[in-house]
């Protein structure tokens, strides 16, 4: 079973090389077609994941459980897209990526389905088993399918990384890799946007079905628009296609390995890189950000601000909006300004996380004005801090864990060192679901703030050292 398993999956060999003329006009029709399936298809595994956002102050009104509960629930996503990313990175370094990406959205939306009809299996008053409480299995009835959506949703980043990393070369990588980014933002958009819509109208429940069942019928279609690397087409190395000056530089540098098996590459490269190390330990307070303010805000603007669930959805909504154009500025000005060199652009835009969530610790005024129809002042302050939260967060989301990670280390393991700073910042993720949901218990609301700031400023700490690191040992990061 196994066999067949891998079988399925097993990267294609190298087809006979094309002729010049042939390259020429295959190239740029699969380049293109290469980025906007990857940007489509990683927007719908969005939509199969951040629609738990808008469902959550629904479900804790309905089912009654603590934000604790709430976030065990989230944080059993993390937990096993923690793990799979950096498996499933192995495991996609060697898979064909038109076979793997797909595979993994139609079960990532399966277990959305299973998530929302646990609810009828499992409703909360109903009945009893060997003395716990149908509320009690529901929980861990969602639990379990979230963590399994967690698992399905680990298998979308690696084959996108490999990618990117064979169809794109070096020298246009991060701008390509930035563009390429602003499908996490668009993906939480619609997710928000379409999940706060169909709540309205068709319950919590409809916020998971709708959108696993165009999730469906979208990895379908990407089965039919993905391809594997540029070899399995017959075509050139990027390299030597794109930058024929750079490619014999590049051969010698990937000669290196020549040799070593893939688990040593993946040691040399990965495990015994202290760079990588260094990215992941940061990678976990970005995600920390990220994902608490992605996951809790919508709860945060219903509970403390008093806001209704369509204006709290239409505050989030500019967290990932403004975020799509952070993600290209960074990856423009790492390359325009700063030459290739990443962290000063990483320091600057976490700088930017910690004014904004200040910003918004402070903006609590009830008496504040009403400005624009039913808009207070502090209403405006609001989708502006909470945009600008998502238009500097998302740059070294970007940028740690993706472009910075594959520089410091080999293309020959692209999807497993973005899985291992992946496994790292949802570690990250657990500590937001998790800690969001104690410190909110604990402090309350403003102390969910100050922990999102906190760990920013930590970021800018580990950011700062490998700055100093860099200036002494020259590192492409």
Not at 245 to 266: F, Q, R
Not at 331 to 337: E, H, T
Not at 355 to 378: D, R
Not at 435 to 445: P, R, S
Request: hydrophobic share 50%; proline share 3%.
């Amino acid at each position: 079973m196994t066999n067949k398993l891998f079988d399925f999956f097993k990267e294609p060999a190298a087809a006979p090389a094309l002729s010049i003329e042939q390259a020429d006009k295959t190239y740029p029709k699969f380049r293109l077609r290469m980025f906007y399936s990857c940007f489509i298809g990683y927007a719908f595994f969005y939509l199969c994941k951040k629609n738990i956002a808008a469902a959550l102050p629904s479900m804790s009104a309905e089912l009654g459980y603590t934000n604790l509960e709430l976030g065990i629930i989230g944080s059993s996503l993390y937990l096993t897209y923690a793990f799979g990313k950096f498996i499933n990175g192995m495991i996609a370094d060697r898979a064909n990526v038109r076979k793997f990406l797909p595979t993994g959205l139609i079960l990532s939306a399966i277990a959305n389905i299973c998530f929302a009809l646990s609810y009828f299996v499992f409703t909360p008053g109903k009945f009893t088993f060997f003395g716990l409480p149908s509320a009690t299995l529901l929980l861990w009835a969602f639990a379990f399918f979230w963590g399994a959506n967690g698992w399905f949703q680990s298998m979308g980043f690696p084959p996108v990384a490999k990618s990117l990393t064979f169809w794109f070369s070096n020298s246009e990588r991060a701008t390509k890799w930035a563009l390429w980014s602003t499908s996490h933002q668009t993906g939480t958009f619609l997710a928000v946007i379409l999940s706060g819509f169909v709540i309205t109208k068709f319950g919590w429940q409809a916020a998971f079905i709708f959108p696993a069942v165009t999730a469906i019928f979208a990895a379908l279609w990407l089965f039919n628009r993905l391809r594997d690397k540029p070899a399995s087409m017959g075509l050139p190395d990027i390299e030597e296609y794109r930058e024929p000056e750079k490619a014999a530089a590049c051969a010698a540098l990937e000669a290196e390995d020549d040799g070593l098996n893939y688990t040593e590459i993946l040691k040399k490269h990965v495990l015994a890189n202290k760079v990588v190390w260094a990215l992941a330990c940061a990678y976990i307070f970005v995600y920390v950000i990220r994902f608490g303010t992605e996951d809790w805000i919508i709860k945060y603007l219903v509970e403390f601000k008093h806001n209704s669930l369509e204006l709290a959805s239409m505050k989030l909504s500019c967290l990932p909006l403004f975020g799509l154009f952070g993600t290209i500025i960074a990856g423009l000005a790492s390359d325009k300004i700063f030459k290739g060199q990443r962290i000063q652009i990483n320091i600057i835009f976490l700088a930017g996380v910690v004014l904004c969530l200040t910003g918004l610790f402070f903006n609590n005024c009830a008496l504040s004005p009403v400005i624009f129809k039913n808009l207070t002042l502090v209403d405006m302050f609001d989708f502006l801090l909470i945009g600008f939260t998502g238009f500097f967060t998302y740059g070294p989301q970007m940028l740690i864990g993706g472009v910075c990670a594959i520089e410091s280390s080999s293309r020959k393991v692209a999807s497993a060192v973005t899985g291992f700073t992946g496994t790292f910042g949802y570690v990250g993720a657990i500590l937001s679901g998790v800690g969001t949901g104690f410190v909110v218990d604990k402090l309350g609301w403003n102390g969910a703030i100050g922990f999102w700031g906190v760990s920013a400023a930590i970021c800018i700490v580990i950011c700062t050292f490998l700055l100093i690191n860099e200036k002494k040992k020259k590192v492409n990061c």
